[in-house]
């Protein structure tokens, strides 16, 4: 077959099997659309099934139960030094997990009609991509969503090619155990990576160009976090710069700023991601991208192009798969022609570091540069029951009220948890709830989520 032979009409193709991609396409084949997924590597998960999300979490949970074990010698409990072996660890992370995952997604698409096609798409107008690799085609559409996502962002100016040097995607495969190794990049997929390595057992060192760790989120919260990386790892240098990387053969050397420098055995580049939006033909549309190349979109995931829509993270920030997931439905919903709109108060955040780092909607530091007034409720885990039981006092959780009204504008909280906890701060800025509705809430006794109802308390006396 000549390529460009096969047309093949549908209501909607999906451009990117990933979190927001799948979730729409799931959609639309719900409402009745006939929709196809077209994916380079011909699979559902995106980079949050296969590079990113899920894998990162599976050796978070690896590293806790390594802490643990650690832990326990406090309670009396001693399980001896842990015996790490690389090859059953990847098969599990990639058979157990990952392929787990990725074939009950492929269950889902088969049984709603959704095929997934595997190659590349680039527009050859507002109406049609072409298909090229293994099923090379044309497709015409009535709609496109376009949900590429993001790919690990490089070092600027650092032009070193050697496999001693990793982004997120190679460190996750877990080539080895470094004995030493360097972090570029102090937020949170830096922070959890490192506390990977670390309780694998390389001494690791966090270099971050800002002054703090986790820029973004409140420096309250960050100091529990700041305090437990301090002790796992080697070092961390806060205002510095590296400057440059050069193989020696035995390692790489990496030189700070203007002045020392100082040798690894691997170094792990992480310092953001950006979209994936090059090669589309975007240019074949009327779909804007923006200096930083995020495609713009409404609040509805239309582009200016009324045939174009886009969900995830090449429509900006916060790259965050739960976002990308709801806007993918409010796509579905809108090209179906129901009444749809991205209108969520707040996309909450979680750092799956130990201890977590969780939050959503107002930050304290947002409303101070903001100039905006707030009362902060704060409850520390030193006073929690449930904390105590669990060896795991170190943690905060906090309130930012609106002082007039009560209610309540974001939710902050660290320590084990956190990331589930988050779900009912998040609820309650969705629902404009007052600090008095936590309050009055029974909470289950001892929980941590009691942390919440005891944070909203100190505001009734």
């Known amino acids: 077959m000549v390529m460009g032979d096969l047309v093949r009409e549908v209501d909607v193709a999906v451009v990117g099997g990933g979190p927001g ?27 949050c099934l296969f590079e990113g999300c899920i894998p990162s979490k599976a050796l978070l949970h690896v590293a806790a139960v390594l802490s643990e074990a650690e832990r326990a010698k406090e309670f009396g409990v001693d399980f001896g030094e842990p015996r790490i072996s690389l090859d059953p660890l990847r098969k599990w992370k990639s058979e157990r997990v990952i392929g787990k995952l990725a074939r009950g997604l492929a269950g889902v698409a088969k049984g709603k009609n959704v095929e997934v096609i595997g190659g590349r798409a680039t527009f050859e107008d507002a109406r049609s991509v072409r298909i090229t690799g293994d ?44 004995g030493r190794l360097l972090v570029i990049g102090g937020g949170y997929i830096g922070l959890e990576l490192g506390q990977v390595y670390a309780a694998l057992g390389s001494a690791v060192t966090v270099v971050e160009m800002l002054d703090s760790l986790l820029a973004g989120a409140d420096a309250d919260l ?37 002045g020392e420098a100082e040798t690894f055995d691997r170094v792990l580049v992480a310092v953001g991601r950006t979209p994936r939006t090059q090669g589309l033909g975007l240019e074949a549309t009327r779909a804007r991208v923006t200096e930083r190349g995020f495609i713009q979109v409404d609040e509805r995931g239309r582009t200016s192009d009324p045939h174009v829509w886009a969900v995830g993270d090449v429509t900006g920030e916060p790259m965050l798969a739960h976002r990308a997931m709801r806007q993918g439905k409010v796509v579905a919903e809108a090209i179906a022609g129901r009444p749809a709109a991205f209108d ?14 969780a939050w959503c909607g107002l930050t304290e530091s947002q409303a101070a540069r903001e100039g905006r007034a707030v009362k902060i409720a704060r409850f520390q885990w030193a006073a929690s029951g449930r904390a105590a039981t669990l060896g ?24 084990p948890g956190a990331g589930e906890l988050i779900a009912e701060g998040a609820l309650a800025v969705e629902t404009a709830l007052l600090a008095d509705d936590v309050a009055l809430t029974i909470h289950t006794h001892p929980t941590l989520s009691e942390t919440l109802m005891e944070a909203a308390e100190t505001l009734l006396r």
């Open 21 to 47: 991609g799948y979730s729409a396409a799931f959609r639309c084949a719900e409402l009745g659309l006939e929709t196809v997924v077209v994916d380079l590597d011909k699979r559902l998960g995106g980079a």
């Open 135 to 178: 099923e090379p085609q044309k497709i015409r559409f009535k709609h496109v969503i376009l949900a590429t996502g993001s790919a690990p962002a490089s070092l600027p100016g650092i032009d070193l090619k050697t496999e001693r040097l990793m982004d997120s995607t190679a460190a996750l495969d877990v080539p080895e155990i470094p």
């Open 222 to 258: 960050v100091q529990h976090l700041a305090r437990r990386c301090q002790r796992m790892f080697k070092a961390i240098r806060l205002s510095t710069r590296v400057s440059a990387l050069r193989d020696t053969g035995g390692g790489i050397e990496a030189r700070f700023g203007e």
């Open 344 to 357: 969520n108060v707040v996309v909450p955040a979680v750092v799956f570091t130990d201890p977590e780092v």
């Open 392 to 415: 795991r006092s170190d943690g905060l959780t906090k309130l930012v009220v609106d002082p007039d009204t009560g209610r309540v504008l974001g939710v902050g909280i660290v320590g």
